[in-house]
């Protein structure tokens, strides 16, 4: 439904200790992969090139120590616009805490690479989620299908390529840990072009374009539909 954000300006952070504490995994994040993933920053560390030909990424189940961290990646500006929620505490208690505590069956990670928590990501089998089914109608029908959605948090992580293997990677999980899905399907908004794009770099097909019928705020407006199917090999 939503992804890596079109990302805007940097915005300076707030002073005291919460500068801090951001400054802090800024410099952890600038040290990711050094050996493995060469980087080359700017001199304000805000124009990045970089090869993750090599990087690790990771996913691991989102426990509830991670909520504030949520909150924090969920308001940020190169955030907010896409993924549309309230980003409160509570709120994201009311919403992802059934996930934690195992009674929805959608299922949470935090993504890692270099031992740093970047982004979140999410995975749902469309038989487990029927009114996603009903709201994708109109696309066609996605038999065995599993659907996910995904975000980067950390700003610095942004326009570096990582999207793409992020992505990629969460795929080739999903065809090992799934062997009867036979196709992730993504809706995204038209608007999010650095998110579709990065699905097509991670071999996704664009299948549909249109209104997605859903009563989540994130889908408002013109969507595409991607859709990557499990190859032969898999």
Same mark, same amino acid.
């Given at each position: 439904?939503?992804?890596?954000?079109?990302?805007?300006?940097?915005?300076?952070?707030?002073?005291?200790?919460?500068?801090?504490?951001?400054?802090?995994?800024?410099?952890?994040?600038?040290?990711?992969?050094?050996?493995?993933?060469?980087?080359?920053?700017?001199?304000?560390?805000?124009?990045?090139?970089?090869?993750?030909?090599?990087?690790?990424?990771?996913?691991?189940?989102?426990?509830?120590?991670?909520?504030?961290?949520?909150?924090?990646?969920?308001?940020?500006?190169?955030?907010?616009?896409?993924?549309?929620?309230?980003?409160?505490?509570?709120?994201?208690?009311?919403?992802?805490?059934?996930?934690?505590?195992?009674?929805?069956?959608?299922?949470?990670?935090?993504?890692?690479?270099?031992?740093?928590?970047?982004?979140?990501?999410?995975?749902?089998?469309?038989?487990? +989620?029927?009114?996603?089914? #009903?709201? @994708?109608?109109? =696309? *066609?029908?996605?038999?065995?299908? $599993? !659907?996910?959605?995904?975000?980067?948090?950390?700003?610095?992580?942004?326009?570096?390529?990582?999207?793409?293997?992020?992505?990629?990677?969460?795929?080739?999980?999903?065809?090992?840990?799934?062997?009867?899905?036979?196709?992730?399907?993504?809706?995204?908004?038209?608007? +999010?072009?650095?998110?579709? #794009?990065? @699905?097509?770099? =991670? *071999?996704?097909?664009?299948?549909? $374009? !249109?209104?997605?019928?859903?009563?989540?705020?994130?889908?408002?407006?013109?969507?595409?539909?991607?859709?990557?199917?499990?190859?032969?090999?898999?």
């Amino acid at each position: 439904m939503v992804g890596p954000a079109q990302v805007p300006a940097p915005v300076p952070a707030p002073g005291g200790a919460a500068s801090s504490a951001v400054a802090a995994r800024d410099n952890q994040l600038r040290r990711v992969g050094t050996n493995d993933c060469p980087l080359r920053l700017g001199p304000a560390g805000d124009r990045v090139v970089a090869s993750f030909a090599i990087v690790e990424v990771s996913f691991r189940l989102l426990v509830r120590k991670d909520f504030a961290l949520l909150s924090d990646w969920f308001a940020r500006p190169h955030v907010e616009p896409w993924w549309r929620e309230e980003y409160d505490l509570t709120s994201i208690e009311e919403r992802y805490g059934p996930g934690v505590d195992g009674l929805d069956p959608t299922e949470l990670f935090i993504v890692e690479t270099g031992g740093q928590a970047v982004g979140f990501a999410q995975r749902y089998l469309f038989d487990d +989620n029927p009114a996603w089914r #009903r709201s @994708l109608a109109a =696309a *066609g029908e996605h038999a065995d299908a $599993a !659907g996910i959605d995904y975000l980067i948090g950390e700003q610095m992580m942004t326009g570096r390529g990582f999207g793409p293997l992020m992505i990629r990677q969460f795929v080739e999980q999903t065809w090992v840990s799934y062997p009867g899905v036979s196709q992730v399907v993504v809706a995204v908004p038209q608007a +999010n072009r650095r998110s579709w #794009r990065a @699905l097509e770099k =991670a *071999g996704f097909e664009r299948t549909w $374009a !249109g209104t997605v019928s859903s009563g989540d705020p994130s889908d408002n407006g013109p969507s595409y539909v991607y859709v990557r199917r499990r190859p032969p090999s898999a």
